[in-house]
């Protein structure tokens, strides 16, 4: 049998996809991950239901795929999966027939079970990573207990659950033991680590331990939440050079009714601390940040503030999204006022600023050398990432190099020009 796996949306959604296909190999299956060929015998489409461009993406995709499976000339199977699955089964099984099985988020054994002929083990044991060798994402939770009124997560992966301590670094020895040289640690809220396992937040244990035990060359910490930041955990990044000085900390607006009708359990005052605390600690740190726009109740006057923060805090990378009213959440009763062509232009201000920010940075770190992971070759090219960037979201380093250079080691490059997006250098002597 061979099976495709095709994964929308987040790096959660990812680990869940590798999951599926550890198993999937164990018992004899030949997986491929988001391949382009079409003599599959199943097709597994991991969906994402997180926000509306999210949603119509998934839908577009098993579309697709619904199409080819109906080309093929032997019998096929086409499964869809994942949170688009959780919140929207009945309506997805109407509208589109041509889909012969789906499972929500939480039924990853019935799902193997359909296809192999036994089941045993748990799914983290038996993962099959679709990433490049040298990297892999480290999940430590599942679930969310926090309720942004915007936000479905909640309701289509339920309350937070943590792993154990011991089990994780256990997991992020065998990877680096198997080539990793970074390891990404993320959950729907990565800050909330531990409280429901241990009754307290235990991320900083939990990344002191990697770094003294697992032997990875850098670890990278995303997904926190600003609301009850654990301070300790900003003490042990200052503390390990093989933690990258990086966080990833959506904070979506600066408005504080804003963050009050958002449910954030933070205001305009306390973010701003939290930047100052994270400066302070660690003054070379790159913080990555994603806003909301067009979320009810934002006027102008809103817009303006946020404009401000954005120039004020220079971010070193951002994203921006048009806020979508999700069914089931606390805003979804505050309708959708703000039309879609304001949103678009509001993102298109704020990211218009951010490029001017991330220019200058990029700029100033002309004549610089640092330490770059290479992620893989493009023509005459390498393609690289700093310590400040994460893979698939932030800025690569395009490398010229007269000599080859190995896929997944570092080198040391010298920075010869800063664009808004990249990075251009050369192998240090």
């Known amino acids: 049998m061979k099976v495709n796996i095709v994964t929308l949306g987040c790096s959660k959604n990812v680990v869940d996809s590798e999951n599926v296909a550890g198993h999937l190999k164990k018992n004899g299956i030949q997986v491929w991950f988001d391949s382009n060929r079409t003599d599959w015998d199943v097709c597994i489409v991991n969906t994402c239901g997180f926000i509306g461009d999210a949603k119509a993406e998934s839908v577009n995709t098993l579309l697709e795929l619904s199409e080819i499976k109906q080309r093929g000339r032997k019998?096929?199977?086409?499964?869809?999966?994942?949170?688009?699955?959780?919140?929207?089964?009945?309506?997805?099984?109407?509208?589109?027939?041509?889909?012969?099985?789906?499972?929500?988020?939480?039924?990853?054994?019935s799902l193997i079970r359909s296809l192999v002929d036994e089941y045993s083990g748990q799914l983290a044991s038996e993962r099959l990573?679709?990433?490049?060798?040298?990297y892999a994402y480290l999940?430590?939770?599942?679930?969310?207990?926090?309720?942004?009124?915007?936000?479905?997560?909640?309701?289509?992966?339920?309350?937070?659950?943590?792993?154990?301590?011991?089990?994780?670094?256990?997991?992020?020895?065998a990877m680096v033991q198997n080539g990793v040289q970074e390891i990404i640690v993320i959950a729907q809220d990565t800050t909330y680590y531990g409280m429901d396992l241990y009754g307290r937040r235990r991320l900083?244990?939990?990344?002191?331990?990697?770094?003294?035990?697992?032997?990875?060359?850098?670890?990278?910490?995303?997904?926190?939440?600003?609301?009850?930041?654990?301070?300790?955990?900003?003490?042990?990044?200052?503390r390990h050079k093989n933690i990258c000085n990086y966080i990833d900390i959506p904070l979506q607006h600066i408005n504080s009714n804003l963050l009050k009708s958002m449910q954030r359990g933070i205001d305009r005052e306390g973010t701003l601390e939290l930047l100052h605390q994270f400066r302070h600690a660690i003054p070379d740190v790159a913080i990555r940040t994603t806003l909301i726009v067009g979320y009810p109740g934002e006027g102008e006057a809103e817009f303006e503030e946020l404009k401000q923060f954005v120039s004020d805090a220079q971010f070193d990378r951002m994203g921006v999204f048009a806020y979508s009213p999700e069914e089931g959440t606390p805003a979804y009763s505050l309708g959708d006022p703000i039309d879609e062509e304001t949103k678009q232009r509001r993102i298109d201000e704020l990211m218009a600023i951010q490029e001017k920010i991330s220019l200058a940075k990029n700029e100033a770190l002309v004549g610089r050398t640092l330490p770059v992971l290479i992620d893989r070759r493009e023509g005459d090219y390498y393609i690289g990432r700093t310590e400040y960037d994460s893979p698939e979201v932030d800025d690569e380093v395009v490398v010229s190099s007269t000599k080859p250079l190995i896929i997944g080691r570092f080198y040391n490059i010298t920075i010869t020009e800063g664009l808004e997006n990249d990075l251009m250098g050369v192998v240090a002597d």
């Open 129 to 134: 990573r679709s990433t490049p060798r040298h």
């Open 139 to 173: 999940k430590i939770a599942e679930g969310c207990n926090r309720s942004c009124s915007y936000c479905a997560i909640p309701l289509i992966r339920g309350k937070h659950v943590s792993r154990p301590i011991d089990e994780l670094v256990e997991e992020a020895k």
């Open 204 to 238: 900083g244990e939990l990344l002191e331990r990697l770094a003294t035990e697992t032997g990875a060359p850098w670890i990278r910490l995303h997904y926190t939440y600003p609301t009850s930041f654990p301070t300790d955990a900003i003490e042990v990044m200052r």
């Open 75 to 109: 019998p096929r199977k086409l499964i869809a999966i994942g949170c688009l699955i959780e919140r929207y089964k009945k309506e997805l099984e109407a509208e589109i027939p041509e889909i012969d099985a789906f499972y929500g988020v939480h039924e990853w054994k």
